[in-house]
Nanobody, 129 residues
Framework: QLQLVESGGGLVQPGGSLRLSCAGS????????IGWFRQAPGKEREGVSCISNSGGTTNYADSVKGRFTISRDNAKLTVYLQMNNLKPEDTAVYYC??????????????????????WGQGTQVTVSS
């Protein structure tokens, strides 16, 4: 059974940090581009960041550039999203997903939800004082 499981969400004050993890089971995560998305209440799902299978290519939404860092440890079949200087507008459910496109398209389609097939169940991130 193919499965992606997110963890690491929680409640944090503005300016704080969280690290999200995305673990794969029954899925060739180490051969896959992985993306992080988020969805706030009443809003569409938004692409946050993505990373190639080797980790050598990444892409970020303008809203998180300079604050979020995506990385992966293929030996552990895990992808991470380090989130620093969090803002209230970062509050959302965060999802990871497996990409269906080649690395060469990562910066063109990598932040589009339709470019992904398998999705995790999400982890809630709340930024509030």
């Amino acid at each position: 059974q193919l499965q992606l499981v997110e963890s690491g969400g929680g409640l944090v004050q503005p300016g704080g940090s969280l690290r999200l993890s995305c673990a794969g089971s029954g899925i060739t995560l180490d051969y896959s581009t992985i993306g992080w998305f988020r969805q706030a209440p009443g809003k569409e799902r938004e692409g946050v960041s993505c990373i190639s299978n080797s980790g050598g290519t990444t892409n970020y939404a303008d809203s998180v550039k300079g604050r979020f860092t995506i990385s992966r440890d293929n030996a552990k079949l895990t992808v991470y999203l380090q989130m620093n200087n969090l803002k209230p507008e970062d509050t959302a459910v965060y999802y990871c997903a497996r990409g269906t496109f080649p690395t060469s398209q990562l910066r063109t389609v990598g932040l589009q939800a339709r470019s992904y097939d398998y999705w995790g169940q999400g982890t809630q991130v709340t930024v509030s004082s």
